[in-house]
């Protein structure tokens, strides 16, 4: 029995920590191969994993620049022109 898309959506999770049985494994591999916008998806999703993951790794900015940051979008704010209104 060939896994439907919403099995793969269901177990991806289980896939990517290897907690999948060999047969599982084997199923699921067979419908990425044969369904391309499951595979297209575990990609962007593995993809999105690993940066999420990089993220968390890096110590975050230091202060200093987390204000330096706020100051300027408050300032980039307040000198923006105002957004044309529309006229229904």
Known sequence: MHLSCQEIFD???????G?????Q???FRLHLW????CA??????SASSEIFRQALEQD???ESLMELTENFLRKQRRDAPP???RKD
């Open 11 to 17: 177990f991806l999770i289980d896939y990517q920590e």
């Open 19 to 23: 907690k999948l049985s060999w047969w």
């Open 25 to 27: 494994r084997m199923k």
């Open 34 to 37: 044969m369904c391309p916008p």
């Open 40 to 45: 297209r998806y575990l990609k962007a999703y």
């Open 60 to 62: 975050p900015p230091p």
């Open 83 to 85: 957004e044309p209104t």
